[in-house]
């Protein structure tokens, strides 16, 4: 069994930066692909980012292009988030989740694990 747990949520004025961590414990996810997903009040839960088992797979939203990076770090079973030039429509919860395909994902619903999800709220 994989838990997931994100933490790096907060305020920012649009234009600031945040970095989201995703860290995965009860086995290794160095073999899976890792997204992550954002909901906002009312709206559907969409794909944000993934990265796949070799890091050299990555795809991102046309909304996060040029400005949000995914990166993992094997050694500490995590998945990053860098987020920088937020505007406030990227309010939002944020989730991260794991496929154990390794293969890179845009449908939440191939995702077999979760985390809690991660508060960012960005003011104009």
């Known amino acids: 069994q994989v838990q997931l747990v994100e933490s790096g949520g907060g305020s920012v004025q649009a234009g600031g930066s945040l970095t989201l961590t995703c860290a995965a414990s009860?086995?290794?996810?160095?073999?899976?692909?890792v997204g992550w997903f954002r909901q906002a009040p009312g709206n559907e839960r969409e794909f944000v980012a993934a990265?796949?088992?070799?890091?050299?797979?990555?795809r991102y939203a046309d909304s996060v292009k040029g400005r949000f990076t995914i990166f993992r770090d094997y050694a500490k079973n995590s998945v990053y988030l860098q987020m920088n030039s937020l505007k406030p429509e990227d309010t939002a919860v944020y989730y991260c989740?794991?496929?154990?395909?390794?293969?890179?994902?845009?449908?939440?619903?191939?995702?077999?694990?979760w985390g809690q999800g991660t508060q960012v709220t960005v003011s104009s």
């Open positions: 989740a794991a496929d154990v395909s390794g293969f890179v994902v845009s449908t939440y619903t191939e995702y077999d694990y």
């Open positions: 990265i796949g088992w070799g890091s050299s797979s990555t």
């Open positions: 009860g086995r290794s996810v160095s073999g899976f692909s």
